[in-house]
Every structure is written in C-alpha cells, then in structure tokens.
C-alpha cells in the first residue's frame, strides 16, 4: 500500500540527495582549487547531474536493482525504466511507489562518480572525464550497488550492512580517486609551489549544503517516516558534529590552532563514516564512530599523504576512501538490533562475526574499483589522453576546457 507520508518524506529526502552534487559538492571543490579552475571543477559535479540522470533512467537503475543474474548484477529488463511504475516493489520499499525509489536512487548514483573528480582536480582533459564517469558508473558503481542493495546481490545475501551507502558509494569512489591521483599524477608544481583553497567562503557554503543534504541521504535510507529515519537523522548529526569537533581539538594540538577548513574536513569525514551505520547505531556509538574516523581521516590526509607524496588534490581518496573503510568497519563494531530489527549487532553486541562480514565487503569493493578504475584510466589513455597539455594546466581548466572565467574584472 502506497504510504502518503512515507512517499512525502522520500520526495524530499530525493530533492536533499540532489543539492549534495550541485550546489553542495560543486561548491566544497570549487572553492579548494585554484581561482583559475574553479568553473571547470563546479561543472564537473553540475555535469554529473545531467550526464547520470539520463544513464540512470536508460540502463543504471536496471543493473544497479533489475532482476538478479548471478547475484552479480541486474539484468536489462528494466531498460529506460520499463516495467517501473507506481506499484512498490517489496523487495525495495513497500510503501512508497517503485519509481520513487528508481529517482531516489539515481541521487546516490549522480554523487558518487562526482566525488572522484577531487582526487583529479585541476588537471583532468573534460572530454575524457565524460566517457571515464560513464563508464566507471556503469562498469563499477552499478555492479557494486547490485551487491549490496539490490534484491539477490551476494554482498546483501552475506548480511553486510551498509545503509545508505558507505561501501556503495564511498568506498567505491574513495578507492577510484586515489587511483586516479596515482595514475595521472601530480599536479605541476605540486609540493614545490603553494596550492592553497582560493575561496575558503564557497568551501564552508558547500560543507554546510553536503551536511544539511545528507540528511535527505542517510535518514531518507529509512525509506519512510518513521522510527528508523529520526535514529539515521539523529546519528548523522552526531557523527558529524563529534568529527568536526575532534578534526580540529586534533589540528589545535598538532599545528597551534584550529581552522574552518579543517572543521569543514572533519565534518564531511564524520557523514562519510556514519552513512553505513546510520540506521544501525544509537547515538553514542554516533559520537564515537566521529571521533574515530576524525582522528583516522586527519592522520590520512595530514601526514600520510604527505610522507608518501601522492596528489590526491582535495583528498577525495583521504575522506571517502579512508572515511568510508572507517564506517563500513565501525558499523560491524556498533550496529543494534536493538536499533533496526533488520540489522545485525556488531562485535560489541555480541556478534563478532557482522565484522568480518563488513570486512568481507569493504575487501571486495576496493579489490574491484581497484581493479577495473585502473583499467578504464589505461584504456582511455591510450585512446584520448587522461591529462591536459602542460601550457593548458598552466593557464587553467576554466579557460582552456570551457573558455570562461569566473573572476572578471572590469575597468
């Protein structure tokens, strides 16, 4: 029976999902770049919106969720969303109609390609970003969204828990950054001239959207409004706040004072963790899994990288693929029962076992964007070319790639 206020709640949570990518996302990149890339890297997320909302509707919803073959992916039998309408379909939501939950899910598929695009920021040719998100939703985000969420997938026959979307879309898109950053390589110039955040005011404006969006992202997840979305809305806030808070007590004590952009880091750390154990975990085990993943996260970005030299430019890889590893585990160390009867507990709970089953997910998804992110990148290389010419990343992506600037200034 198709539920009003669950239906509601859904519709909005669809509408939150989307002003994480465009404005949320493009504004948290485009004000870490330079003031010379900051259009090319805001229509890399602007673009995403438009190029996998129409994938999505022709074949990813299908492979991502139709009908199991070989509990490894849909089949094409839903194809431009055939055979998709206004009934629930119980094996998603059964209160809600099927094609609102096709368009909510479309949301988590449009960010989670958006996402790598920090690991390459600033230097990236734009025509071959295009066919490398394409392909890369269709070759490695669909086939592990069907593990996981989709009805007869082998992930969500092993019990992994993920609830909206930590090994999916983060750990996915996490592992795909980082190879890309190693792939393409450094930027020029990059640890010999400064590279700092052009317009710190854009990048708080596009943390404040992902935070107030992912609201829509993990408590939406409930399908429903009901219990389960006041816990994930609640655990989410927490989380958050609990990771702002430490990234920069941890920043204080390691550099002498804290910044808004690490609060703004730590934040976006503390929601990438949490997003897996948001419907699982009560709101102390929240504060916790914020503090861990701060903490974890900070050492990422602020020293590892660093030691081993890699240009992950906006530490999409240190965040989400760091970020979303942290969750997927936590959520197999603090997850209730007591919380979602359709859960699991975790180790702390009793059950020792829902750890080595979010192990066994999280080894899998890395293990297979690993492996097909690299081959893509090669591939495409061969082909088109991964880079722009050197005199082309001197001048800046928003000239050279779309002939536009975002700063004019007038006589």
Known sequence: MINSGDTAWVLMSTALVMLMTAPGLAFFYGGLVRRKNVLATMMQSFFMLCLLSIQWVLWGYSLSFGPDVGHLIGSLAWFGLNGVGMAPNPDYAATIPHLLFAVYQMMFAVITPALITGAFAERMKFSTYVVFTLLWATLVYDPVCHWVWGAGGWLRAEGALDFAGGTVVHISSGIAAL????VLGKRRGYGREPMPPHNLPLTILGASLLWFGWFGFNAGSALGANELAVSAFIATNTAAASAALTWMFVEWKAVGKPTILGGATGAVAG???????????????????GIIVAVVCYTAVAVIKLKLAYDDSLDAFGVHGVGGTVGALATGLFAQKIINPAGANGLFFGNPAQLGTQALGVAATIAYSIIVTFILLKVLDLIMGLRVKDEEEVVGLDITQHEESAYTLLD
């Open 179 to 182: 190879v890309c950053a190693l």
């Open 271 to 289: 929601l990438v963790a949490i997003t897996p154990a948001a419907g699982f975990v009560s709101p102390i085990s929240a504060i916790f899994i």
